[in-house]
Structures are given as C-alpha cells and as structure tokens.
C-alpha cells in the first residue's frame, strides 16, 4: 500500500505543491498524511508498521521530514521509505535514490526496486539515528542559526535557500571557539588540537551539496569521521570553498578523513550539535557514534 507523508512547510511550500501534483497525477490508489508538529513523521510511519504486508513511505519534505520518518521505519521490515525532495537543502537525495516524478512512484509499484541502507547512531545523554551525518563544531552551529534565522524563508521565497548556510558560515567562522577533541577507533587513540569540525557521515554531502565525505558509501558497514583542525580562520573559509567539489581532503595537514565502523569521540568543553541538519543540543563529555548496518529499506528509482 502506498502512504503519502507530506510537510507542506518544507522548502517554504515546495513540498505541499510537489505533494498536491503528485496526487491529481497518481492513477493507484494511496494515504495521504500531513506532518502537523516535530516528530510527528516519525508517528505516522510507527503506525503505518502495525499495517500487515509491505507498506511504501513516500515522504515528500526536507531532509528534516525524512530524517523523522527513518527513526519509524527502522527495525520494521514491512516499512519502505520511498522519497521527493521538498526541501532546501535536499542532501538525502544526493546521496540515495529519490523519486522525481509520480511516473517514477507507478514504475516502482508495478516493478518494485529495494535497496537496505545503513543508519549511523549517536549514543550519548540520549540515542539518535541519523542517515546523513551527524557533527559537532562550527558547521552545527551554523546548521542552528540557519534553524532560527527569518532569513532562510526569505532566500526560500525567491529560490535562493542554499545561501542561508553561505552567508551565516562567513559570522559563524569569525565568532566560533575552536575546540580539541579525543578520538578512538579500534585500537587507535589520537588527540587533535584546535578542532573546528567533527562530522561523521553515512553519505558524501552536507549543508545543501557541499560533498564533506566523497568516499562515503550508504550501505558498506562503515562510517568516515571528518576532522578540520589547527588552522586560521582565512583557511578555513578557503577550505570551505573547496568542499563542494570534495577537494578540501587534499589539505592533509588540516584535513584528516578516518573510515571505521564505530567512534569515540572525548570532547574538551560541550560543542554544538547536528543530526541530518536538525539541531541536537550540545555534546557531553564522550559521545560514541557507531554503524547500524542494513537498519531502513528505500525504494530506489528505477533510472539510478
């Protein structure tokens, strides 16, 4: 049975409009839900797994909606997450398969193609799935400004919501304290100084394409931790540039890329925190951060 999960606040209407096109289009028959309040996407997909038989998510939304709606589908075989960018920044569908088209969603019902994807979890004053990434450091705290700042729906309105993050990055790397960090992996144990992001990634990209982890690959039992260290500020605005294209690795006395399947992380003082671009307050002492392999199953479009 196919359910229909639309935010029809993401990407400042984006998302109700893609929603509405969908449905006059559609000939199969569906569910239709609207997210009402945080969290509530993750409801909506905890009570479609009491359904008997294979049921198809299809979340139209940010990377916030289906952020919530994974955190339902995992640990239900019956659930498969099936997903439309509405957002603005849209990093989930850079890195796993997503339907652009209602013909898209047909194709897939009478064919069905399914993959199983990895989840990372964060264990620490709490628990939290994420299916991007998940870091603390300046791109968190600038990932909770442009939560909070009116200026992100503005850029919305007119096309332009991926600048939110350029322009509040340039305040953000001027005022943010750097950091150092304890981390272990296996048997290994390294002290990095003057940290200015911890990112653990499950896919490449992060804040609207900025490809942070080129190597990372969604369903390999792995995660990669990405470490910028020990560097001014004008680098580190240069280094930021280079990320969109994945060059910023090449800056290795900066730039330290470890893969592994889980890590410990002991931070100097509480840093702020993201999950997949949603804010998860400040860090405790130690976080760990490990794989949970094969935990959702997507619906991929046939043409990926």
């Not at 000939?27 to 909506?44: E, Q, V, W």
């Not at 299916?131 to 503005?154: C, F, H, Q, S």
Request: hydrophobic share 40%; aromatic share 8%.
């Amino acid at each position: 049975m196919l359910h229909i999960i639309v935010n029809e606040r993401a990407g400042n209407g984006r998302a109700k409009k893609m929603g509405a096109a969908v449905c006059a289009t559609l000939t199969t028959d569906y569910h239709f839900y609207t997210t009402k309040a945080p969290h509530h996407a993750t409801a909506i997909v905890e009570k479609i797994a009491q359904f008997q038989g294979k049921q198809l998510c299809l979340i139209i939304g940010g990377d916030g909606t289906i952020h919530e709606a994974i955190q339902g589908a995992i640990g239900h075989d019956n659930i498969i997450i099936g997903v439309m960018n509405g957002g603005s920044g849209n990093d989930f569908g850079r890195g796993f398969s997503a339907f652009t088209t209602a013909a898209d969603i047909e194709s897939f019902l009478v064919k069905p193609s399914i993959t199983t994807e990895d989840t990372g979890l964060l264990m620490a004053h709490n628990q939290h799935s994420f299916m991007n990434n998940i870091g603390y450091g300046v791109d968190a705290k600038i990932v909770y400004e442009v939560n909070r700042t009116p200026l992100k729906n503005w850029l919305n309105r007119i096309g332009l919501g991926q600048l939110t993050y350029a322009i509040l990055l340039m305040k953000e790397v001027l005022t943010f304290k750097p950091f150092d960090v304890t981390v272990t992996h296996g048997a290994t144990c390294k002290v990095y100084k003057n940290v200015w992001i911890t990112t653990v990634s499950n896919q490449p990209f992060i804040g609207g394409g900025m490809k942070i982890s080129p190597h990372s690959i969604t369903n390999d039992g792995r995660l990669e931790l990405t470490i910028v260290e020990n560097l001014s500020r004008l680098k580190l605005l240069m280094i930021f540039g280079t990320i969109f294209k994945g060059r910023h690795l090449a800056f290795t006395k900066h730039v330290s890329q470890i893969s592994a399947d889980a890590f410990t992380i002991m931070y100097s003082e509480p840093i702020q925190g993201h999950a997949d671009g949603e804010d998860i307050g400040q860090s405790s002492d130690v976080v760990r951060i490990e794989i949970q392999p094969q935990s959702f199953r997507l619906a991929r479009r046939m043409l990926d």
